[in-house]
């Protein structure tokens, strides 16, 4: 790369350039033109005097000097110079660049570049502000909304990290006061007739290492500011996303781990957790598991023990998904234990019969009277194609067994879930996914009405990673079908009632602004649920998410020393209030008779 002399009288001269530009010379909205494509592609061209803005891992973006900007709105004033190498520019520099105009993967670039710094000292143009309004958002989009700020500096003042720092080190960022999330429908375009999500275009992506691997632990909830370049990526041709390549962030972090309340008198916990696949470190031949080595092993329980000890409370019964096998479980169980003494759990598992490493399972304390455990559905099919399919891969669990601590056992029945994926739900096998979540749904329905039917009084809790919203997600009413309580938007596959009376989706009951379990692509949305038959209704007292995952940055996975990132999903607790006479009153509405006033004798 050339350099030239760096005297501030140059820097005058350079500025002063846009009456003397020669016919041969570009500005830059020349080369990136009003559409989404540069008009000069695969043509030698020429800028003077550009100020660099940001420098990335192997090039930089530069800016037409305000003075010599068009004033389009169409038009963008910046454009990135790739080198393939390291830059040894730096922002404030003006410089003269002569390379090829080129689109990669959606990129407007200058590549095989020739660059020579002209002076020093300039100051930066000011950025554009994202805001409420910019970029808009509600779909549908114009295709150069963003394209015309393509390269230029932008700035978030006041934003939040609506999602955390992810393995390949990007966050998410909304420019405004609150995170983004998901809500019901098809995403945009989506499909005639049916309800449509925007798919917040208002998220945008920051990579701290434009793609080089450094990043920032950003944890979502972040009040922050990010000033940058705004760029792509693409991974593939027709695919990519704009995202700011910052050259400054500033945040104030929000409080995790977050835990749940502790249980008040005589109540009583059941919760739901994804242990993001938890496998040991031995090697299943029968299996093609994920073996990890030892000391991640030790590391992966050590967190999990922590987080469900003091994020989740230590609940009575824990719903557990992905997990190998009973003896992973069963190791988890002894590390909390190590951990506490004073805790017992026991593993329960039934390992799915095509010995899926990413099982449901049960742990319950010494608290809980286990009697039975039983797979069900696992001969389930539903037809689709003309073939027939298996609608479980992940058998619900069953639980049978009773509350410890009263005069009398509180009976009950848990059941632990774990049903199919969105995972392509708008892709090429689209339909076959939306077949299998449907069945999996109704079948999951008609169980649980079995069991109400041939017992009123049953006390039924169902929680597991539903990979559902508690609304519908356009294509399937997952949750509204197996409630009983359809999403009056409807959904392709409508809702069948089957289940009366309906169940509770306790999920409902959390906040507004608190109600998710997940976070994908900035957006926070709730996977994983409870929920409860109206014969345990009178006992529910509240539910609660324990804050230690889904807003953590991936890279704190690593870290055995903190709950926090033990796993992607953030666990669902339930609070029950105990019946210790077996009368059917909950313990705290039990109506005792008035105590009798203590007199002081008189002196």
């Not at 779909?139 to 394209?147: A, G, K, M, Q, S």
Request: proline letters at 8%.
């Amino acid at each position: 790369m050339a350099r030239g002399p760096r005297t501030p009288a140059l820097l005058a001269a350079a500025l002063l350039c846009a009456a003397i530009v020669p016919a041969a010379d570009l500005e830059i909205w020349q080369i990136q033109g009003q559409g989404t494509a540069s008009p000069h592609v695969n043509q030698v061209v020429t800028t003077r005097g550009a100020i660099v803005t940001a420098v990335g891992p192997a090039g930089f973006c530069m800016q037409t000097p305000p003075a010599r900007a068009d004033g389009d709105p169409l038009t963008s004033d910046g454009i990135y110079v790739y080198l393939g190498a390291s830059p040894t520019v730096q922002p404030g520099e003006a410089v003269d660049v002569s390379g090829t105009a080129a689109e990669y993967y959606g990129l407007t670039e200058i590549k095989q570049a020739t660059v020579t710094v002209v002076a020093t000292g300039a100051p930066l143009p000011d950025p554009v502000e994202f805001d409420s309004g910019t970029p808009p958002p509600i779909r549908p989009w114009d295709e150069t909304t963003l394209e015309r700020f393509e390269g230029m500096l932008v700035r978030v003042a006041s934003g939040t990290v609506s999602g955390p720092t992810d393995r390949y080190g990007c966050f998410h960022v909304v420019a405004r006061s609150g995170r983004a999330f998901r809500e019901p429908g098809i995403t945009y375009p989506g499909l005639a007739g049916l309800p449509v999500w925007d798919g917040n275009p208002e998220v945008i992506e920051v990579s701290p290492g434009w793609g080089s691997g450094g990043s920032l632990a950003m944890n979502a909830g972040s009040a922050a500011s990010v000033t940058g370049a705004l760029g792509w990526f693409s991974p593939s041709a027709g695919a990519g996303r704009y995202q700011i390549w910052p050259t400054s962030v500033s945040a104030a972090p929000p409080t995790l781990p977050r835990p749940v309340r502790a249980s008040a008198g005589s109540e009583w916990t059941v919760a739901t957790l994804n242990l993001l696949e938890l496998t040991d470190d031995h090697d299943d031949p029968t299996v093609g598991e994920k073996v990890v080595s030892s000391a991640e092993y030790a590391s992966r329980l050590a967190k999990h023990s922590l987080h469900l000890r003091h994020v989740l409370g230590a609940p009575d019964l824990l719903a557990v998904q992905e997990v190998e096998s009973r003896v992973v479980l069963g190791d988890l169980a002894a590390r909390v234990a190590a951990d506490d003494p004073s805790l017992a759990y026991s593993a329960h598992v039934v390992e799915a019969t095509d010995r899926t490493t990413i099982n449901v399972g049960f742990l319950a304390r010494a608290t809980i009277r286990v009697d039975s455990v039983q797979a069900v559905g696992a001969d389930a099919t539903f037809s689709h194609g003309g073939e027939s399919w298996r609608t479980f891969d992940r058998p619900p669990l069953v639980l049978r067994g009773a509350r410890l601590g009263g005069a009398v056992p509180f009976p009950f029945v848990a059941i632990a879930v774990h049903l199919r994926s969105l995972l392509d739900i708008d892709g090429s096998n689209g339909e076959w996914v939306r077949a299998k979540r449907d069945a999996g749904a109704r079948w999951l329905a008609a169980y649980v009405q079995e069991l109400q039917t041939a017992d009123p009084s049953a006390r039924i809790a169902i929680g597991g990673d539903f990979n559902a919203f508690e609304f519908t997600d356009g294509y399937v009413d997952v949750l509204g079908q197996i409630t009983g309580t359809p999403d009056p938007l409807g959904a392709l596959l409508p809702v069948q009632t089957i289940t009366s009376p309906p169940l509770a989706d306790q999920v409902l009951s959390v906040p507004p602004a608190d109600r998710y379990s997940y976070v994908y692509r900035g957006s926070a949305q709730t996977l994983d649920h409870i929920l409860t038959s109206s014969a345990l209704a009178p006992f529910v007292r509240g539910a609660a998410f324990g804050r230690a995952n889904a807003d953590a940055a991936v890279p704190l996975a690593s870290d055995a020393s903190t709950p926090l990132r033990a796993t992607d999903h953030d666990g669902l607790v339930v609070y029950l209030a105990g019946d210790s006479d077996g009368d059917g009153v909950p313990d705290d509405r039990e109506t005792r008779p008035p105590r009798r006033a203590l007199r002081r004798a008189s002196p």
